[in-house]
């Protein structure tokens, strides 16, 4: 009996060993288990806001910033949240997250139109339809001049880069933005002497951007330019010009636009860097201060070229030049009406970045054309260093007239 009570007693502890080490183990399978699901639920969140992110900067392009400000940052973001759900798209592939996965495909199908009308993909340039009469070529380039980069160096005019280019491109209409300013005789390009320097035109037209300011809106012409006004945009610089161009095949309307500016000059640039170091909590304040502004007054803008485009009735209608906004943004949605035909995203190819800054670069020209002008190439010379602009260059097909069969 000993023996038994001494078994009965020795087996208790271990009994209560087992039990122990049977609840420490249910309690770390718990922490465990609520560990993963916690990770599971991050995970979640983190792709659940990527998807808003996303969605956020394609809103940009419908919702008006004079209504809701916050989806145009995101429009000026959308290359940056665009690589950063590219990348974690591709991270869910490689783990095999397949519902997280399939989320993402569903978000980026959302999300497919404005991915191409940012960066356009493809490996050739448009085929023309068949015309049964054949086509006139019309080829254009639009700038900002930067008014001929100021000359600051007093250069004679005939060596300024952007005259040369303009000899070298031999477009037939040539668009300018900031085309020149008032100054001392002499020194800052004229009418007079883009004639004399570009034997190639016959014909300049040019008017302020608004009746108050020296920035200039210029059309430059092989042929011959008829009416011109100034549109009623309101603004202390900017502005738009539209232009009546005889072609051959008929009148051809040209909406040369100067839309509203950031204005972030160099020195702007180099404070929010600076910023970014010493003191990161008022930048949000002080970009918000140069954007914001910029951003609800190109949107009253567009609606205003918007109406003008409502009423034209030339047969052809061509809008380009410095719209300084991006592709996904509201004023590039709403600056023409439906039919019209975004010239890049049809016949470009790449982002297409026009201008540069420290902090980043973006396409800011722009064209688009009524349907009887057919885009077939559209490319920004991003190897040009003729202004702080780089040119945008256009070919057009213009169906010609069918003759009539002989009775």
């Avoid at 989806?71 to 665009?82: D, S, V």
């Avoid at 592939?93 to 980026?108: D, T, Y």
């Avoid at 636009?257 to 304040?285: A, C, I, M, N, W």
């Avoid at 600056?335 to 995203?345: A, E, S």
Wanted: positive net charge; hydrophobic residues 40%; glycine residues 6%.
């Amino acid at each position: 009996m000993a023996t038994n009570s001494s078994n009965f007693h020795g087996s208790a502890p271990r009994r209560a060993h087992r039990s122990g080490t049977r609840k420490g183990r249910a309690s770390r399978s718990r922490r465990h288990s609520v560990g993963r699901h916690s990770v599971r639920l991050l995970g979640w969140c983190w792709h659940i806001f990527l998807w808003l992110l996303l969605l956020g900067a394609v809103s940009a392009r419908y919702i008006s910033p004079n209504w809701f400000i916050i989806p145009a940052y995101l429009g000026l973001a959308f290359p940056g949240i665009l690589l950063l759900f590219l990348v974690d798209y591709l991270i869910l592939f490689v783990r095999r997250k397949w519902w997280q996965a399939a989320g993402q495909s569903l978000v980026l199908l959302l999300s497919w139109s404005t991915v191409v009308t940012y960066c356009p993909v493809r490996f050739g340039y448009p085929s023309p339809p068949a015309a049964p009469g054949g086509f006139d070529t019309l080829r254009v380039l639009s700038l900002n001049a930067d008014a001929f980069f100021r000359n600051p160096q007093n250069k004679e005019l005939a060596e300024l880069p952007a005259i040369r280019y303009i000899n070298e491109t031999d477009a037939q209409i040539v668009c300018l933005q900031e085309a020149f300013y008032e100054g001392e005789k002499g020194k800052s390009v004229t009418e007079e002497n883009i004639l004399k320097f570009c034997p190639a035109y016959k014909y300049v037209k040019e008017l302020g951007a608004q009746p108050s300011t020296s920035s200039r809106i210029a059309l430059v012409s092989k042929y011959p330019i008829g009416s011109m006004r100034r549109l009623p945009i309101e603004s202390v610089f900017n502005g738009g010009v539209v232009f009546s161009v005889r072609l051959p095949a008929g009148e051809l309307a040209v909406y040369n636009l100067h839309l509203e500016s950031f204005r972030v000059t160099k020195d702007d640039e180099e404070l929010y860097l600076k910023d970014v170091q010493e003191d990161p909590l008022s930048l949000s304040g002080k970009v918000h201060r140069k954007l914001a502004p910029a951003f609800r007054t190109r949107a009253l803008q567009c609606a205003v070229v918007r109406r003008d485009l409502e009423k034209q009735t030339a047969p052809y209608v061509l809008i380009c030049g410095d719209l300084n906004d991006t592709p996904v943004s509201y004023t590039l949605s709403h600056v023409v009406p439906r039919g019209y035909i975004d010239c890049f995203k049809h016949a470009g190819r790449g982002p297409g970045l026009s201008y540069y800054m420290n902090w980043g670069a973006f396409r800011l020209d722009h064209a688009f054309a009524s349907p009887s002008l057919i885009p077939v190439r559209a490319q920004i010379d991003t190897q040009a260093d003729v202004s702080d602009h780089k040119p945008l260059l256009l070919t057009f097909l213009i169906p010609k007239p069918h003759p009539a069969p002989e009775a």
